[in-house]
Nanobody
Framework: QVQLVESGGGSVQAGGSLRLSCVASGFTVINSCMGWFRQAPGKEREGVAYIDNGATTYADSVKGRFTVSRDNAKNTLYLQMNILKPEDTGMYYC????????????????????WGQGTQVTVSS
């Protein structure tokens, strides 16, 4: 059974850092296109960082500040978030792209079929 469990969210001041974790079960993250997404109230869910076969992709808004990585032995995905800004506030989700898409990672948000419950990140100015 596929399951994704995020943790590590919280409230921080602008300029601070948080490290999010996503523990996966039922599959191995090394064989999957994985993504971190966020959603603020009233806004659409947006992809912020992706990882697949060692390659990473970032949204322009977080490039240079966020780093996505994975620990294959622990089957865990991470998102290191530095120099946080108030606009980074939102619910952050870990997700796995469907294995039936053969185009390169990251694809689009509707191609991700397994999602965690989310962890809240709040950045105050």
């Amino acid at each position: 059974q596929v399951q994704l469990v995020e943790s590590g969210g919280g409230s921080v001041q602008a300029g601070g850092s948080l490290r999010l974790s996503c523990v996966a079960s039922g599959f191995t993250v090394i064989n999957s296109c994985m993504g971190w997404f966020r959603q603020a109230p009233g806004k659409e869910r947006e992809g912020v960082a992706y990882i697949d076969n060692g390659a990473t992709t970032y949204a322009d808004s977080v490039k240079g500040r966020f780093t996505v990585s994975r620990d294959n032995a622990k089957n865990t995905l991470y998102l290191q978030m530095n120099i946080l800004k108030p606009e980074d506030t939102g619910m952050y989700y870990c997700a796995r792209r469907s294995i039936w898409f053969y185009a390169p990672c990251p694809g689009t948000v509707n191609e991700y079929n397994y999602w965690g419950q989310g962890t809240q990140v709040t950045v105050s100015s």
